[in-house]
């Protein structure tokens, strides 16, 4: 995986957030926090280092960012690689990266791990094909989404008419 990605990781510790800073704070949690200041000013894969489950997630984000000492942050080493692609393969490898997580109470990734996970990479063609297709799914996905909110809030709505004895 050396030759096709550069890893590095945050510096800071995961208190460091501020509620309403600047700046995304990437710590190994689901969830998204902020931070006034940056470290980070690129297009990178998040990739939370640990966790007590070996749950791990990846994100993507371009512009200035930090992040919690144990979150790789992980740029492509190579100018025809699909960052996009590069976050797909790597989300197919997190069943991997469980199982081969190292520790007791809190499951940790090591740059041993994650140097020797195998992938395939398509050429360019096909990457630029894959970032097509994936960005049409996530647009029609967000559509979706919308419309199922949307459908419930008018399911809801009807119910409480009804209930009220308006219909």
Do not use: W
């Not at 995961?14 to 600047?22: E, M």
Request: proline letters at 2%; one cysteine or more; a positive charge.
């Amino acid at each position: 995986m050396q030759s096709l990605v550069n890893f590095t990781t945050g510096k800071l510790d995961s208190n460091a957030a501020v509620p309403g800073g600047k700046h995304p704070f990437f710590t190994c949690s689901r969830e998204n926090f902020e931070i006034d200041t940056f470290a980070f000013d690129c297009e990178a894969l998040l990739l939370a280092g640990n966790n007590a489950s070996a749950d791990y997630s990846v994100k993507y984000y371009k512009g200035k960012f930090n992040a919690y000492q144990r979150t790789y942050v992980i740029t492509m080493a190579r100018d025809n690689l699909s960052i996009r692609y590069m976050q797909y393969a790597l989300e197919m490898k997190l069943k991997d990266m469980k199982r081969l997580s190292k520790g007791t109470n809190t499951k940790y990734l090591t740059l041993g791990i994650l140097n020797e996970l195998k992938f395939q990479v398509p050429d360019e063609g096909t990457q630029a094909k894959f970032e097509e297709v994936k960005g049409s799914l996530e647009c029609n996905k967000a559509r979706h989404d919308n419309a199922l909110l949307l459908a419930e809030d008018n399911f809801n709505s009807l119910v409480q008419r009804a209930f009220r004895g308006e219909l």
